[in-house]
């Protein structure tokens, strides 16, 4: 109840009016909010390590400013707007959801929500929730004294002093709410914090289905509520310990549906940015993969043309890629600013397992494919669903304006590359290592190809009633209709086919 | 191909991907059910209750035990307990990385009656 109210009030509260002005009536801005309220407390224990103070005052300075901020831009945009009177391009809205539809999506959602969330009557705190979240926690508490030097202290080095402060920084206002009494608090909080992103990536899916006809809808709502359940299902005990691998999992698959898949719009784009950055301000994981779907975000919001002036159109890519991604970037300059760097690549902490000498990159790559293959038994359904899908429903993803699967496919496979390459190049015993981490590094993999299962669910329940493609092609043609636009973003993939 | 088989064809396909997408999220959900009914039996609850008591209690011994700020070394036989220590320590005292740098030494060891089996020992270095 106690981590519900900080939730709700100290998260919550903190972040609705920058959720409301970026996704507006969407019920995404539920489950956005607290995650935005979130950011801005791991921005505070950035300002904290680095500038000073505590976690409360510099959290309750980031959230004003944050607010006013916001409140400014959108006063300004809104007598902007009515100064122009021009009417809305309506290629550029996201879609709009009635309240009807919101209701029954938020419904089904939190009731979905709940189920996994029944695990939190045990009070479960996991290896890593106790080591480096609770850790990190207390020392976010104690100040900016007791951050800097328990970080930089080489008694905590097994806490991967490193890592992102979203986790702890939450975990350490709720304790300065409520007390330090009850110490599963933190780990409920990054439970509660996991759901939300997943209720991003729900009402996502159910979004997708939202300009269809009534079976495409109800298709869309129960495949939203559906994803919630299969994201804590692929993470496992993990994310009911308070491990913060499905945060950051869920709120990367949450960048890729809204920045990815749903129709290109400010809207989008502002919570996929928002997504990115929560993914990124929870752990390294979070921040590469991050990275590499705002690479695409942008490639795909800004596509090359050679019509465009090439500085210009490439300062506008990086500036997709590095505003959302700062907060998180600002952190690793800052960290290792201190003095702390990544324990994987410098050296393993004492008693921890190190890399034999007998391991060579290649024997690591194949430990490493022989661990991760079996995470990924939903892989081979999601690709047959996604070639069964572009044979016979690509018209219909465009007529829905989604985005090419072949950016969601990038993304998922761009982030195991980069895990292959770290397994690979890190310092630790290799099969040590991937038994105890590789059921989580997956999951975003495993929950990213879930959401692509459940948005081509969508559309093939409204393209179950709509005519074949080609046949409606012609039609269209015949008619002197604009037949619509291919997809943006990489064509290849669809086009060989 | 004549346009009413397409149209078949492609129903086909749509009912295909339905049905597979069905199948896999719905087995995901059946797992996550029973792994929720696994971790919320009573019995599973009461051993995890003992386990945070436990776990509070040398929080709170180290409190009591240890002067605030002291320089403190973690050494138990168990490898787990000795990073608990300096994981609960934290905001009190100051682990060390070497014993000849601490003030104290911190281990757990075995005992009735105090931490659900468990005793915080502190000894001067």
Redesign the interface.
């Known amino acids: 109840m106690k981590a519900l109210l900080m939730l709700a009030i100290g998260l919550g509260a903190a972040g609705i009016v920058p959720a409301a002005a970026v996704a507006r009536r969407s019920p995404v801005v539920v489950f956005l909010a607290p995650l935005i309220g979130a950011g801005m407390a791991a921005v505070a224990a950035g300002i904290e390590l680095g500038a000073g103070g505590s976690i409360t005052a510099d959290y309750i300075a980031v959230v004003v400013i944050v607010n006013l901020v916001v409140i400014a831009w959108w006063l300004t945009a809104r007598r902007l707007a009515q100064r122009t009177a021009q009417p809305p391009a309506t290629s550029t809205q996201a879609p709009r959801m009635s309240w009807v539809w919101a209701s029954l999506t938020l419904v089904v959602v939190l009731g979905c929500l709940a ?2 969330l ?2 939190l ?5 996991g290896w890593d929730a ?2 480096i979240w ?2 990190h926690a ?2 976010v ?2 100040g900016h004294h ?1 951050l800097l ?2 970080l930089q ?7 991967n002093p490193d890592y992102p402060p979203l986790v702890p920084a939450v975990g350490a206002l709720a304790f300065k709410v409520f007390g330090l009494g009850n ?2 608090l933190a780990a409920v909080m990054t439970i509660l914090l996991s759901a939300c992103a997943l209720g991003v990536v729900g009402t996502g899916i159910a979004t997708a289905g939202i300009g269809g006809r009534r079976p495409t809808r109800i ?1 869309g709502v129960v ?1 939203a509520g ?2 919630c ?2 994201g ?3 993470s ?2 993990s994310e ?1 310990e308070g491990y913060t691998d499905l945060l950051w999992a869920a709120a990367a698959v949450g960048a890729v549906i809204w920045g990815l898949v749903l129709p290109r719009s400010p809207q989008a784009l502002g919570v996929a940015w928002i997504s990115a950055a929560v993914a990124s301000l929870t752990k390294n994981e979070g921040l590469t993969t991050a990275l590499i779907i705002l690479v695409l975000i942008a490639f795909r919001y800004r596509p090359i043309s050679r019509r465009e002036p090439m500085v210009r159109s490439w300062a506008e890519r990086a500036g997709f890629v590095v505003l959302p991604a700062l907060p998180g970037l600002a952190w690793a300059g800052l960290i290792r600013h201190i003095g702390v760097h990544d324990a994987f690549f410098k050296s393993a902490p ?2 921890a397992f190190k890399s034999a000498s007998i391991e060579t990159p290649l024997s690591r790559a194949g430990a490493t494919i022989a661990a991760i293959g079996p995470h990924l038994a ?1 892989a081979p ?1 999601a690709l ?2 996604l070639l ?2 572009c ?3 690509r018209r219909d993803r465009e007529h829905a304006r989604l985005g090419n699967p072949a950016w969601l496919w990038i993304a998922c496979l761009g982030s195991l590359a980069t895990l292959l390459a770290t397994y690979v190049i890190g310092d630790f015993e290799i099969h040590t290592w991937l038994a105890t981490s590789v059921s989580r590094t997956t999951i975003f993999a495993q929950v990213v190809l ?1 959401a692509d ?2 948005i ?2 969508v ?3 409204d ?2 009633f709509t ?5 409606s092609s012609q039609r269209a043609s015949s008619a002197g209709e604009q037949v619509p636009e291919a997809p943006e973003g990489p064509r290849e993939p669809l086009s060989q086919r | 191909m004549s346009e009413r088989s397409e149209q078949i064809g492609k129903r086909v396909g749509c009912a295909a991907i339905v049905a597979a997408a069905a199948v896999t999220l719905g087995l995901s959900i059946h797992h996550d059910v029973q792994f929720t009914a696994s971790v919320t039996t009573p019995k599973w609850i009461a051993e995890q209750a003992v386990k945070l008591r436990q776990e509070t209690c040398i929080y709170h011994a180290i409190r009591a035990q240890v002067p605030k700020g002291a320089a403190v070394y973690v050494i138990s036989p168990d490898y787990r307990p000795t990073q608990r220590l300096s994981e609960l320590s934290t905001l009190w005292a100051v682990p060390q990385a070497n014993l000849a740098d601490a003030q104290w030494r911190l281990s757990l060891v075995p005992a009735h009656g105090h931490c659900d089996g468990l005793a915080l020992e502190v000894r001067r270095v």
């Open positions: 189920v996994p029944m695990a009557r045990a009070p479960m705190i106790n080591s609770l850790t207390f020392m508490y104690g007791e030097t328990g202290n080489v008694a905590y080095q097994f806490s110490l599963h298709a495949a559906a994803i359940i299969a804590f299902a692929v496992g005990i009911v004492a008693g939903v359904v047959a669903v069964a899908g044979w016979f429903l879930y299962i459940a081509w669910m559309i093939a329940a393209g179950a005519r074949a493609d080609r046949q």
